[in-house]
């Protein structure tokens, strides 16, 4: 199944998504159980991530990431957005701090999230 939302910032505006529980159902599940939410960003180098009202387990976990990846940080309980390198990268894709479940995709442009800033309010819901 997959599942459409729209992440929202003042900087970046509607920023449609979707959700897809092919590869890790179980994370998928919860987060759309969760919709909607409000949190506040963080930013660790071109990728954003917030606290979320879930807490899922491991689920075919991975530090390498693509552009545009959504995924469930496990460590911190946390949404994350990765749209570029991150400081654990080391090559050009994106590399979480420690291992995320991929839950979904950015639709369109990934790179918008540039513009993001820390303690900035982002809400997710269905679209």
Known sequence: MIQKIKIHTDSTGYIDAEI???KNPETAKAIIDAL????????WGD????DIPIAA???NSQIEVEVGD????????CFCIFFGRTPA????????????NVFGKILGVATLFKDTK??????VEKA
Do not use: H, M
Request: glycine share 10%; charged share 25%; aromatic share 12%.
């Open 47 to 50: 990728e954003v991530y917030f």
């Open 89 to 100: 990268s080391t090559g050009e894709k994106p590399a979480a701090a420690s291992p995320v």
């Open 70 to 77: 959504l995924g469930y940080w496990l460590s911190g309980k």
């Open 118 to 123: 820390s303690s900035e309010t982002i809400s």
């Open 57 to 59: 387990g491991e689920e």
């Open 20 to 22: 897809d529980d092919n």
């Open 36 to 43: 909607p939410f409000k949190s506040n960003v963080r930013r």
